[in-house]
């Protein structure tokens, strides 16, 4: 007897981020092959405030909550849940976790892109000219750079691959549209690149702790995710090293980007002046307290990067005249379309001590990319002063525009 599709019940229950809708269904558990209760995180009830809202976005989610039936064929929307179930949600929770960032981008990818225009499909049914004019078609309607559009085709390719993997679908080569689908993947894109004297007008127009924050981003080449992961315990002023030890992004704590990317970093004299004094000033200079932590939270989470761009970073590059602005109601409005934040301050540290021949070997040490392993092995410790000085470079290029230091002191 054929077995009756299901819909799954929906409750209420208290998680972190808060009251929460689950939806339950049942699945046929493989190791005994008896029916288990199965649950799926739906949204938060304030965002859904009824069960009629929570079933719209249960709808919405596309969830595939009973079993392929081989009679049709197994749909990509199929595949998609069995890869978002195996491979997002258990990597999510196993000893080597793929990042939060990334596991929240393929999901907004299935969600909002793949499931939409392709669950219903069978997934050996889709031709590769079909996905091929699909992204061209995305990248003429919508604007979408390239780097984007393949992502999409990357993540539907491990969809692709995840089932053949498990065999659900065959595992030969033509049973994978994606192998002969074509994307470019070249972007655009061209970071802007301060020199030191812009970056010293952007400090100049910023307050504490925005300004020690700007300065530490600039002189060290962290990202912004590590810089906002920093708790006070992390910061050895003593031996003059800023370790880094997690991120920050997206309201989650997470592992730093690579292996490369915990390294340590030095933390030169006159960044240190300014993190002391920031200490001094906070309300949480405790060990276990973020270094810059939300004030509207009471500490207990760091601020929040986009906030930080949006409200300060791009106007204070407004107010240096590095990003264009026009005047409304007598307020000074930013309204560059370039994208920039402090990632371009990563950047610009890497364009200027390439600029001034430092050594490239003590440049990628100190940015910690992940493709110098051999590098960071040989050279971690008999590098550490010319990453110091090379550090110190690009602080002392920034405040040298400072008739004194104490122009820059904290508000």
Not at 198 to 218: F, G, K, M, S, W
Request: glycine letters at 6%; charged letters at 25%; aromatic letters at 8%.
């Amino acid at each position: 007897m054929a077995q009756r599709l299901q819909r799954g019940w929906l409750k209420k229950e208290h998680r972190i981020p808060g009251e929460t809708w689950i939806l339950y269904f049942r699945t046929i558990r493989k190791s005994d092959g008896k029916r288990v209760e199965n649950k799926v995180s739906i949204g938060l009830v304030k965002d859904f405030p009824d069960k009629s809202n929570a079933w719209a976005e249960v709808e919405r989610l596309h969830l595939q909550i009973n079993p392929a039936d081989s009679r049709r064929g197994v749909t990509f929307a199929d595949l998609a849940l069995h890869y978002a179930r195996h491979e997002l949600l258990e990597r999510a929770e196993s000893i080597h976790p793929k990042a939060h960032t990334t596991i929240m981008g393929y999901e907004r990818v299935l969600q909002n892109r793949l499931l939409p225009r392709w669950g219903k499909r069978i997934a050996l049914g889709i031709e590769p000219l079909e996905v091929e004019q699909w992204l061209k078609a995305l990248k003429v309607e919508e604007n979408l750079a390239n780097p984007t559009l393949d992502r999409m085709r990357r993540v539907m390719s491990m969809v692709y691959r995840h089932g053949q993997r498990y065999g659900l679908i065959p595992r030969s080569q033509e049973s994978n549209p994606m192998r002969f689908v074509r994307c470019k993947t070249t972007s655009g894109y061209e970071a802007m690149i301060l020199t030191p004297e812009q970056a010293y007008a952007i400090v100049r127009n910023l307050r504490e702790p925005e300004r020690t924050l700007t300065l530490l981003a600039a002189g060290t080449g962290l990202r912004i995710s590590e810089c906002l992961g920093l708790q006070w315990q992390d910061v050895d002023f003593a031996d003059a090293m800023i370790f880094v030890r997690r991120t920050w992004t997206c309201g989650q704590i997470d592992l730093p980007k690579t292996k490369a990317s915990k390294g340590p970093v030095p933390l030169h004299p006159l960044l240190a002046e300014f993190m002391v004094r920031w200490k001094v000033k906070t309300a949480y200079p405790k060990s276990a307290d973020w270094v810059f932590p939300s004030l509207r939270l009471k500490g207990k989470q760091p601020r929040v990067a986009n906030m930080l761009v949006e409200d300060y970073l791009r106007p204070a590059a407004a107010r240096a005249g590095i990003l264009s602005s026009h005047r409304e109601n007598g307020r000074l409005v930013e309204d560059d379309p370039r994208r920039f934040g402090f990632h371009n301050l990563r950047h610009s540290l890497a364009s200027f001590l390439v600029r001034i021949r430092t050594d490239p070997k003590t440049v990628q040490t100190l940015l910690r990319h992940s493709d110098v392993k051999l590098t960071l092995q040989f050279y971690s410790h008999a590098v550490s002063h010319d990453r110091m000085a090379a550090a110190g470079e690009m602080l002392m290029a920034i405040l040298s525009h400072a008739t004194d230091q104490s122009g820059l002191k904290a508000d």
